[in-house]
């Protein structure tokens, strides 16, 4: 009797220990979904310089600067300028003047100078050069004063 | 009960900064059914600037005529990194689906020679379920 306690204990304990032994693995899944996504932040706005002959007020010209906006996207979107529709221009000023609105960028995408939507395929970052150019024609010209015009850049 | 609406405040709380930081507005697309006359859509504009920024939401249509939409709220001032949440009802105006874009539109830097103004916006499809 005592020899079939001591053995069943043994086993017991045996088994006991085999399934303590037992290790168990579970994967804990994750999921995230990243929607298109686009953001610009505006780093400086554009300045713009008179031709000497008058007859252009750029920011292609010497002295002007382009306006700079970081862009980052998922990709998936495209990124435009609309005409440019709103101004401030010296009371002097009398004639029209056409406004030509345009971008380039550089980083992940590489654009040339445009003034048409690109799409943006692939994720990334970049620096978008946003540029302004006002011309008049004939025999009018550019008067002393501010003008002010806005650019809209847009991503969607 | 009571533990139950503090976790759903905490969720709440929590969930609104994944959702919406780090982008000017998300989400960019959508697509929504809808049994009344109208559709609605909660975007979240988010401001990345380190400057508080005036922020205007405007609705178009696919030839970015201006669309006759609730917006609430429609001009807003948005803290610096901050984001909330604006509510669209878009109108079906008779049609059976109407696709709209929901524009955020900044001007961070207003008072320059040439200000640039950012434009996000994201493209949304309505479906009328009868």
Known sequence: ?????????????????????????????????????????????????VSPDLQSLSSHNSGGSA?????TTTGGVSLSVDPVTTTTVPAADTTATT?????????????????????????????????????????????????????TLRCE | MKHARILAAALAVGLIPIAAAAQSMSPMRGEVNSFTDA????????????????????????DFQPVDARISPAVFQ?????SRPVLVVVPFGGAAERKVR?????????????QIKAQICGKFFGHRKS
């Open chain 1, 1 to 49: 009797m005592t020899l079939f306690r001591t053995a069943f204990g043994a086993a017991l304990l045996v088994a006991c220990l085999d399934q303590a032994a037992l290790a168990t693995t579970q994967n804990v899944i994750f999921n995230g979904t990243i929607t298109a996504t686009c953001t610009l932040v505006i780093a400086t706005n554009g300045t713009m310089t």
């Open chain 1, 67 to 71: 306006g700079t906006v970081t862009l």
């Open chain 1, 99 to 151: 406004w030509t609105p345009t971008y380039s960028s550089s980083g992940t995408h590489t654009i040339a100078e445009t003034g048409s939507a690109t799409s943006l395929t692939a994720p990334g970052a970049d620096v978008v050069s946003v540029n302004l150019a006002g011309t008049k024609g004939g025999s009018n010209r550019f008067a002393s004063g501010n003008y002010q015009a806005t650019v």
């Open chain 2, 39 to 62: 559709f609605a859509i909660r975007v979240f504009p988010a401001n990345p600037y380190d400057q508080k920024i005036k922020v205007e939401i405007h609705v178009y249509d696919q």
């Open chain 2, 78 to 82: 948005l803290g610096a990194q901050a």
């Open chain 2, 102 to 114: 929901i524009c955020t539109e900044s001007i961070p830097f207003p008072n320059q020679q040439t």
